[in-house]
């Protein structure tokens, strides 16, 4: 087994994710089969019990596991499932050394972190990292493993220690240490400066990890007298530095470890030049610096692969996604609208159906709150700002969450887009809002409610599950894959998955529809197209004279993949852009497999990219335009 261990240096939140994704996908286009490992230094026992705003969303695996969100970029770039044990935690290290002593495994030893932390982190990753998680038998041939954090921080020390002590124990020729370090510039003197990162790598270096590659973090291309520079003060040769620039969206990363364009300084792009002129431009002014990180790592890690990487399909849609520039205005309705990393895979889900109709999507953030009526006296301008946000989308989508905050404007939500036949896609909570604002409009019980929010309402539409538990909260829902079976042969949802008998999509919830209300919702004209095997649980919910209204217990976004965008958020878009129809004969005339898995297993719906060319975004991050309300991209 070979390693490849990111690590970052200066400041979090360069990018170490999305580079060793793409460092996979790069060595995956070589022929090589990888897996991913994400050490996370916090004590938690995994990211269930912490707030989106503390660290983001929440990504959820088919076993179960609830993880960090690179994990989620692990497998939407290398088109991988993986487990729980993939993602490494302090506590999850802690708890698994306690278990031992506590059953005298030790043998009367005195436990510390030094050896038996630092063994048991040792262990963890050789043991994990031969499972298998593309489909195949045997184990990889390379394991990409992230350390989160920053190269410094005092809860990362064990487990540097131990990634110190693991490179002498697999050798050398099967460990590769890639830092990923800003190169800043300084608007006073317009020049990049090499001193952070210097200082980076030597505190690496006095901590017994010595990097064999540099990925810099820039704005711009690094300049060759800074990679000199950084040559010489930090003991990597040049070619094995790398410029990891800022692009227009992160599909072109993979492209820029293996060749960047260089632009002179008098060609200049502009949004009213076409592609085929672009192209042209880039042509015959233009020139492409080879980076081939792959055959460094390669080099490296003592591999000798002569194929080289086949990157023809990921060039496409990163270049597709470049040149779309009739928008979808999809409005997310949400409580934690000020971070949208707190929503990451759900606007990914909606970035890989809006290319897959190769239109650009516009996400619209619309706090819940501002919605409500409290707002209008208290907040004038903000509600309607959120009123007008709504209005002016061509969908709504509401996502999952937890607590009462913002409830009240997420069923407004709803029912603007049942009133107004506005194309609707609620998630998890958002199926459960729908459940409550259609109680309440059509069947008339003002008081319904879902318990989570008024435990002593007379007429709980949504109730908390039997085998939950309040008073422990890790782990305690109901996570993972779980299946669901079509009742409607002839519904929406079910064209929308090949008209399969069932699917099989990742949950984590705690509340569901009481089963007892569902003859008086269905007799009222909601439709419940979609239900487990025992028919009490309710996973899909339809209105059938409306151009889109769905609900879904499960996340869909979980196992949406770039040209394979997740079934429902396909939906979504093509209605939002009256392309519903096409899509639905698309998928009739479409033969589907057996099962209702395509060769990755996520039941979605496979599109081809067309070719075209690329250029910079302006002002654009992962190829998703917003309101620009305060939302970190």
Not at 441 to 469: A, R
Request: glycine share 10%.
């Amino acid at each position: 087994m070979k390693y490849v261990l990111v690590t970052g240096g200066v400041v979090s939140g360069l990018g170490k994710g999305v580079t060793a994704s793409s460092i996979g996908v790069l060595l995956k286009a070589c022929g090589l089969r990888v897996t991913s490992i994400k050490i996370d230094p916090y004590l938690n026992i995994d990211a269930g019990t912490m707030s989106p705003f503390e660290h983001g969303e929440v990504f959820v695996l088919d076993d179960g596991g609830e993880v960090d969100l690179d994990l989620g970029n692990y497998e939407r770039f290398l088109n991988i499932k993986l487990t729980r044990d993939n993602n490494i935690t302090t506590g999850k290290i802690f708890q698994s050394v306690l278990e031992k002593e506590r059953r005298g495994d030790y043998l009367g030893k005195t436990v510390q972190v030094v050896p038996h932390i630092t063994d048991a982190i040792q262990d963890w990753i050789e043991r994990v990292a031969l499972i298998p998680v593309d489909g195949k038998d045997g184990p990889a041939d390379v394991c990409v493993i992230e350390l989160g954090g920053t190269i410094g921080d005092i809860e990362s020390m064990p487990f540097i220690e131990a990634l110190g002590q693991f490179s002498y124990r697999v050798g050398a020729g099967n460990f590769c240490l890639i830092h990923v370090s800003l190169v800043p510039v300084l608007n006073v003197v317009g020049e990049q400066k090499t001193k952070p990162t210097q200082h980076s790598v030597r505190g690496l270096r006095g901590l017994g990890l010595t990097p064999n590659i540099l990925a810099c973090r820039s704005t711009t291309v690094l300049e060759e007298n800074v990679k000199l520079k950084l040559s010489q003060f930090c003991h990597v040769p040049g070619e094995n530095i790398f410029t990891l620039y800022d692009v227009s969206n992160i599909w072109h990363i993979p492209l820029l470890l293996k060749v960047y364009l260089i632009e002179p300084d008098n060609v200049l792009y502009h949004e009213e030049l076409s592609f085929i002129c672009y192209r042209v431009l880039v042509r015959f002014f233009f020139w492409k610096q080879d980076q081939k990180a792959h055959e460094a790592i390669l080099k490296v890690l003592n591999l000798s692969v002569t194929k080289k990487p086949a990157l023809k399909e990921w060039t496409s849609l990163a270049e597709l996604s470049d040149k779309l520039h009739k928008p979808v205005r999809i409005a997310m309705v949400g409580k934690y609208t000020g971070l949208s990393d707190s929503y990451l895979s759900v606007l990914k889900a909606l970035l890989h159906a809006s290319v897959a109709r190769h239109k650009k999507l516009v996400v619209e953030w619309v706090p819940a709150c501002d919605l409500e009526d409290a707002s209008a006296h208290e907040k004038p301008e903000a509600y309607k700002a959120a009123w007008n946000l709504l209005k002016g989308a061509d969908g709504v989508l509401v996502p999952g969450g937890f607590g009462d905050r913002g409830v009240k404007g997420k069923i407004l939500a709803a029912k603007y887009a049942r009133e107004n036949r506005v194309p609707f896609l609620g998630i998890c909570l958002g199926m459960q809002i729908a459940v409550i604002e259609f109680t309440r409009s059509v069947l008339g019980l003002k008081d319904s409610n879902s318990t989570e929010f008024d435990p002593d309402t007379e007429n709980p539409c949504v109730i908390f599950m039997p085998e939950g538990s309040k008073t422990h909260m890790g782990g305690t829902m109901r996570l993972g894959s779980r299946r669901t079976y079509f009742q409607i042969p002839d519904s929406v949802t079910s064209k929308l998955y090949g008209n399969q008998s069932y699917i099989d999509e990742r949950h984590r919830h705690r509340y569901e529809v009481n089963p007892e209300m569902v003859p008086s919702l269905e007799k009222a004209g909601l439709s419940f197209t979609g239900k487990d095997e025992t028919g009490q649980r309710m996973e899909i919910i339809e209105l059938p004279n409306h151009p889109y209204f769905i609900g879904v217990q499960f996340h869909p976004e979980f196992k949406s993949r770039p040209g394979e965008p997740s079934a429902v958020f396909l939906g979504l878009i093509a209605a939002a852009t009256g392309e519903l129809e096409a899509v639905l004969q698309d998928n009739s005339t479409r033969k589907m497999p057996s099962t209702n898995h395509h060769a990755n297993g996520n039941g979605t719906v496979k599109y081809h990219h067309q070719n075209g060319g690329a250029h910079r975004g302006n002002g654009v991050q992962n190829g998703i335009y917003t309101n620009g309300n305060g939302v970190h991209l």
